[in-house]
């Protein structure tokens, strides 16, 4: 039976520092993706238009499918994110 090779640690302060690397996060959001946030083309038809973008739902659904979140989750995600980095983006009301 083969053993597990063993390692000593020798550097802890990197170590540690991997260590909470791991649990770090970031996002780069390009400026064309916030000004495309909000569907800005009327459909011409009776009722509102989508609220969001391509882009957003896009952007949305990679977060959902990433995270394993569901949609208000992932919505309410990337509003805490852009809040975070003061982007401010107006959100719809699902309510109706």
Same mark, same amino acid.
């Given at each position: 039976?083969?053993? @597990?090779?063993?390692? *000593?640690?020798?550097?802890?302060?990197?170590? +540690?520092? !991997?260590?909470?690397?791991? %649990?770090? /996060?970031?996002?780069?959001?390009?400026?064309?993706?916030?000004?495309?946030?909000?569907?800005?083309? @009327?459909?011409?038809? *009776?009722?509102?238009?989508?609220?969001?973008? +391509?882009? !957003?739902?896009?952007?949305? %659904?990679? /977060?959902?499918?990433?995270?394993?979140?569901?949609?208000?989750?992932?919505?309410?995600?990337?509003?805490?994110?852009?809040?975070?980095?003061?982007?401010?983006?107006?959100?719809?009301?699902?309510?109706?």
């Amino acid at each position: 039976m083969k053993t @597990k090779a063993q390692y *000593k640690v020798r550097n802890w302060n990197a170590y +540690d520092a !991997a260590l909470k690397q791991r %649990g770090s /996060i970031s996002f780069w959001v390009n400026e064309e993706v916030i000004e495309q946030w909000r569907n800005q083309q @009327k459909t011409g038809r *009776k009722g509102a238009s989508n609220y969001y973008s +391509d882009v !957003a739902i896009a952007t949305m %659904g990679t /977060i959902q499918s990433v995270f394993h979140l569901a949609g208000r989750q992932a919505e309410g995600f990337l509003e805490s994110l852009f809040m975070l980095m003061g982007i401010e983006l107006a959100v719809a009301d699902d309510s109706t």
